[in-house]
T-cell receptor, first 111, second 112 residues
């Protein structure tokens, strides 16, 4: 089983749609969880951290289910500018430095 | 711009040549990381520095790769005797005593 596994995508949605990305991780000792966004040929940028209680930032909602080792990202009212690759990122095994990335899920929002 | 910077942004080299990349972290960030990203994959961890000490190296980092951070500020990543399989984006990130890592723009290496 891969350490971090994401929906393979790609996702093509119209503007205004709601889209959800799912991610599972294999190591139950993982401590920290993030969603990064990566535009084509650019560096990854932190979108949001994911907390056990769930967290929301505007149109973006992230949730963590430790029992199922599952992370999700929900984007509401999607914009053209949301088109990017979304990377699920886990701090595996409680180490405080090594991030393990999923392969990413490509989202294209169409007009 | 006070973000992470990397130089060069692009490097094309012939197989067998040595290349060196530089990373300047965000000022006062004591942690510095190198990752490698190939097409269609997420970044993969290569190595990590806390100040000038290199604390972990991935098994991906063969003996042709060496990284330094001599004064605990900028870092260099050298690849000796490059191979076509080394073609990738090499990303540097930095952080300050936390998990939040901020990435530089990367150096795209093409080995012919």
């Amino acid at each position: 089983r891969k350490e971090v596994e994401q929906d393979p995508g790609p996702f093509n949605v119209p503007e205004g749609a709601t889209v959800a990305f799912n991610c599972t991780y294999s190591n139950s000792a993982s401590q920290s969880f993030f969603w990064y966004r990566q535009d084509c040929r650019k560096e990854p940028k932190l979108l949001m951290s994911v907390y056990s209680s769930g967290n929301e930032d505007g149109r973006f909602t992230a949730q963590l289910n430790r029992a199922s080792q599952y992370i999700s990202l929900l984007i509401r009212d999607s914009k053209l500018s949301d088109s990017a690759t979304y990377l699920c990122v886990v701090n595996i095994g409680g180490s405080n430095y090594k991030l393990t990335f999923g392969k990413g899920t490509l989202l294209t929002v169409n007009p | 711009d006070t973000g992470v910077s990397q130089d060069p942004r692009h490097k094309i080299t012939k197989r067998g040549q040595n290349v060196t990349f530089r990373c300047d972290p965000i000022s006062e960030h004591n942690r510095l990381y190198w990752y490698r990203q190939t097409l269609g994959q997420g970044p993969e961890f290569l190595t990590y520095f806390q100040n000038e000490a290199q604390l972990e190296k991935s098994r991906l980092l063969s003996d042709r790769f060496s990284a330094e951070r001599p004064k605990g500020s900028f870092s260099t990543l050298e690849i000796q005797r490059t191979e076509q399989g080394d073609s990738a984006m090499y990303l540097c990130a930095s952080s300050l005593q936390s998990d939040t890592q901020y990435f530089g723009p990367g150096t795209r290496l093409t080995v012919l």
